[in-house]
Structures are given as structure tokens and as C-alpha cells.
């Protein structure tokens, strides 16, 4: 009776496993925030759907067969999983301390650990008697082991030392530094979302590294903060070029200035924009006047010159041109020319894309467009094209759906923003007119909210372009253009603390 009661509580307990498997298999996203995680781009992604599903997957599946075929053997691994996942947990709760969220999962790990125990001592193959006291000795040394690390961490002692060799580790080298050797152009992400609130995602910015000096093209919210994650050095940024000054393309231009500013920079930053940009760094500079003297007085001239603190800018002529398809050189300095190019954003005026071309490789950057053949222009032979993107029928699900609602503000901006946005498909095909390697997704308008909508936002892409051809953007994301090669390397940047 006691048996046959196990092998169904066991088979309940594994099929429950198997349907956890089954949602991250399905949408990570979901599963994942009930366990407190959440997804750091598509890396993260990938993460959740493969780690956490095959934990729960190879758990369920065994402790089904193993009660399906009184086995005692097959219920070893799940019994391992488990109890070092307990273990982890206790060492958590050992150096942060416990809270009421932890417990849930913990009583679920116990029961089934429990229930694994048990069924290694009733259903265990008598011709290997020596199982059951195999696992009970590696779960008490698993346990034993856990609790003293815990308690070590606890002491304040062993935390600053543990803390010291990370900072230490982090400083020495927070990013890679081949980023500058000049042996590549480099693109990085640092903002690839739209206006549209996003927990994963910065709003507009990328990082375009030559030789040994970053450029940043817009510094929408947040942006900083994800630099500042990489590690990124705010001392190697030698300009700023803004597309347009829309909020969200403009919002961390403070932040820049300031943080560029304390991490070493000497000089003052150019900002590089179109016909009013002066107005834009003019307010920026009296927000911040304040605060330089501050920083100045506390941290001393040497540190924090107050000559270099404001941004300069550097205007040029072209973005508002009636037919939106004049273009300007707007720097040539040894190997590195960048060009804007006007695009269409009405009624936002000026609006450019940039075009970076750097010992053979190049890189043009749209920033916010309808379809316009004078991006295909700009963008002709180059390497890569990183151009915005708006999913037309999901924005149109959210206008309806807004109007429905009753919130008809949401509803007529979410209708207005059709007109002066490109679909994937559009982008797709303005990449093929220029001949480009590969094209770069990013500015997601809506939100890229989960896997499946992956599949409704690029809807018809691949009837214009193949796979390979094409990545959607994330923050993070690399692409490297080695010098003398055809190569287009794609990749990612860690962005977190330690």
C-alpha cells in the first residue's frame, strides 16, 4: 500500500516538474518572474528556455520513470538536483538572511526531496544496497558544507573580502580591452528600446568604436546606466551624434556629460547634431552648472576640472531639407569618416541617420524613419545597418485595444506613430536596396515582451531576406568588423556588476 501510495505521489510530483519544464519551454519570461528572475537579453533567454528546463524536464521525467518502473536507481539524479538546489538556497539564506518569497519554492524542494528519499529507500534495487546510503552521505556533506560557507559569509569579515577582490577584479578590467586595439570597427548596443516602457531594455543609444575612441549615437534613458554596467570607459567617448532630439533619444545626455566627465575626460564633449542642437546642450549645460560646482569643490580640480564639464556643440547644416535626401560629411580624422544623412521623421526636423566608415569597414545607423530611399543611399555597401523598427499590426492591437478601453490618448498616439516609424518588412527591404551584410533590429516599437512575439513583430521578413542575413538587437549586443577582412562577427557584452 505504502509503496504503491509513493510511486503515485512521486509520478504527481515528476509530472508537475514536466509541466514547469513545459512553460519555460514555451515563455521563460513567465515562470521565471514567479522565481524571481528575469531574462538579461537574448542570452538570457536562451538561458531560461535551455538551464531551466532541462533541470525540471530531467527531474520530472526521472522520478516518473523511476516509479513507473519501481527504480530506485533513476531517482538518484532528481534526489542530486534537488539537494543541491536546496543547498544553494541555504547558503543564500545563510549570507543574505531569509524572505518570506524563498519560502514557497523551498517547501516544494523539501517535499520532493522527501518523496525522493523515500522512494530511493523502498523502491531501491536490493543488488545495489549501498544507493541509499550513497545519496544520504552526499546530501549531508552537500548540506554540511552549504551551512559552513554560509556562515563564513556571514562575517562581515569574509564579505568585505569577498566584495574587495571583486571590485578589484571588476576595476583592473571592467571591459574587454580589445574593443580599442583598431583592429576592428565596433558596434555596440546600449539602448534598443522605444519610447514604450521596457524592464530589459535602455531607450536609444549605440556605441560605434574606432580606433581607440567611442562615439555614441543618442543617449536615450537609461543608457548610461547600461555603459556603466559593462564597465564601459566614459574616458574613451569622444563625441555624441543625436539623430533627432525626441526624449527618448536625448534623455541620459546629462548623465553622459556628467559621468564622461568624472572618469577622466579633459575637454569639454562635442555633441553633433542638426539645426538646434545648440538650444539642446545649452539647456543641458545650465541644468548641470550647479552640480559641477559641487563635484568640483569636493573632489578637487584635478579630479573633476570644471573648464571640461559642459558639452559643446557641434552643429551641422543638413536634417531638414524638403525632400530629405541632402547628406554631410561632418568629421574626417585619420582613418574614420562620418557622414549624416537626412531622413524622413516628420514633422520631427532635423532627422539624420550616421554613416561610419573606418579602414574599409563601415557601419550606418538610421535612428527614427519612415521607409526612405535616402537611408538605402547612406547605406550602400555597408557592413552592417542598424535601423529601427515598428511592428505596424501589433501596434495597431494596442491602439484598438487602448480605444476600447476607453483611453483614447493612448489610442490616438499609438495611431499617430504609424506614419513616421518603418515595419521590419520595410527595413528588410531598405537593407537589400544597400546591399548591406547584415541588418540590425532595434528602437522596438511595441515592446518585445516575449519569445512568441518574436514571431508577429518580424512577420514577413524572412519573405525578403534570409535568417542569416538579419539579428534583433538587444543591449549587449556586438558586432565586430575586423580590418582587411569581410568578416561580420557578432557577439555580446556582459552587462552587469561583477
Known amino acids: 500500500m505504502l509503496r504503491n501510495a509513493l510511486r503515485a505521489a512521486l509520478v504527481l510530483a515528476g509530472a508537475g516538474f514536466v509541466v514547469l519544464a513545459a512553460g519555460f519551454l514555451r515563455d521563460p519570461v513567465l515562470p521565471a518572474s514567479r522565481l524571481g528572475v528575469a531574462p538579461l537579453g537574448l542570452l538570457g533567454e536562451t538561458t531560461l528556455r535551455g538551464d531551466f528546463f532541462a533541470f525540471f524536464a530531467v527531474g520530472g521525467l526521472l522520478s516518473i520513470a523511476g516509479a513507473v518502473r519501481s527504480d530506485a536507481r533513476l531517482l538518484l539524479a532528481p534526489l542530486l538536483l534537488i539537494a543541491l538546489t536546496l543547498a544553494g538556497r541555504l547558503i543564500t539564506v545563510a549570507v543574505a538572511g531569509f ?49 559552513a560557507v554560509g556562515l563564513a559569509a556571514r562575517t562581515p569579515a569574509v564579505a568585505a573580502f569577498i566584495l574587495a577582490r571583486a571590485v578589484q577584479t571588476r576595476l583592473a578590467e571592467p571591459i ?63 563625441g555624441v551624434l543625436l539623430t533627432h532630439f525626441h526624449s527618448d533619444h536625448i534623455g541620459d545626455l546629462g ?47 584635478e579630479i573633476a576640472p570644471i573648464d571640461a564639464a559642459p558639452l559643446e556643440a557641434a552643429p551641422f547644416h543638413v536634417g531638414s531639407s524638403a525632400n530629405h535626401d541632402q547628406s554631410e ?37 538610421s535612428g527614427d524613419t519612415r521607409k526612405w530611399p535616402n537611408v538605402a ?37 499609438m495611431a499617430d506613430i504609424e506614419s513616421y516609424h518603418s515595419s521590419p518588412r520595410d527595413a528588410a527591404e531598405v ?21 512568441f512575439l518574436r514571431l508577429l513583430f518580424f512577420e514577413g521578413v524572412s519573405d525578403v531576406r534570409p535568417a542569416a542575413a538579419w539579428a534583433a ?24 556588476l561583477f
Open 176 to 238: 574587454d580591452p580589445n574593443l580599442f586595439d583598431g583592429k576592428a570597427l565596433r558596434l555596440i548596443l546600449c539602448g534598443t528600446s522605444s519610447p514604450l516602457p521596457d524592464p530589459h531594455r535602455a531607450k536609444a543609444c549605440a556605441i560605434v568604436i574606432a580606433g581607440d575612441r567611442a562615439f555614441i549615437v543618442d543617449t536615450g534613458p537609461e543608457s548610461w546606466k547600461t555603459l556603466a554596467l559593462m564597465g564601459f570607459p566614459g574616458e574613451r567617448i569622444a
Open 431 to 451: 537593407a537589400n536596396d544597400a546591399k548591406v551584410k547584415l541588418l540590425v533590429y532595434t528602437h522596438f516599437t511595441p515592446q518585445l515582451a516575449s519569445w
Open 329 to 365: 560629411r561632418i568629421l574626417a580624422d585619420a582613418d574614420l569618416v562620418i557622414t549624416a544623412f537626412e531622413v524622413n521623421h516628420d514633422p520631427v526636423r532635423p532627422a539624420v541617420g550616421y554613416r561610419f566608415d573606418y579602414k574599409g569597414r563601415s557601419i550606418f545607423i
Open 99 to 147: 524572505d518570506p518569497t524563498m519560502g514557497p519554492p523551498m517547501v516544494v524542494e523539501t517535499v520532493m526531496a522527501a518523496l525522493l528519499l523515500l522512494g530511493r529507500r523502498v523502491l531501491r534495487n536490493t543488488t545495489q544496497p549501498t544507493g541509499y546510503r550513497a545519496a544520504i552521505a552526499a546530501g549531508a556533506i552537500i548540506a554540511i558544507a552549504a551551512m
Open 473 to 496: 538587437g538587444f543591449d549587449g549586443y556586438r558586432v565586430d568588423l575586423p580590418v582587411g577582412s569581410d568578416a561580420v562577427i557578432q557577439g555580446e557584452v556582459s552587462v552587469g
Open 255 to 301: 548623465e553622459f556629460r556628467l559621468q564622461t566627465w568624472v572618469a577622466g575626460r579633459k575637454k569639454r564633449l562635442p555633441v553633433y547634431g542638426g539645426p538646434g542642437v545648440e538650444q539642446v546642450v545649452a539647456g543641458i549645460n545650465a541644468a548641470y552648472a550647479q552640480d559641477d560646482i559641487y563635484r568640483s569643490a569636493h573632489h578637487g580640480n
Open 377 to 413: 543611399t547612406g547605406a550602400r555597401g555597408a557592413d552592417v545597418l542598424v535601423h529601427e523598427a515598428q511592428s505596424q499590426r501589433m501596434r495597431k492591437v494596442f491602439s484598438d485595444a487602448a480605444g476600447r478601453a476607453g483611453n483614447h490618448v493612448i489610442a490616438k498616439i
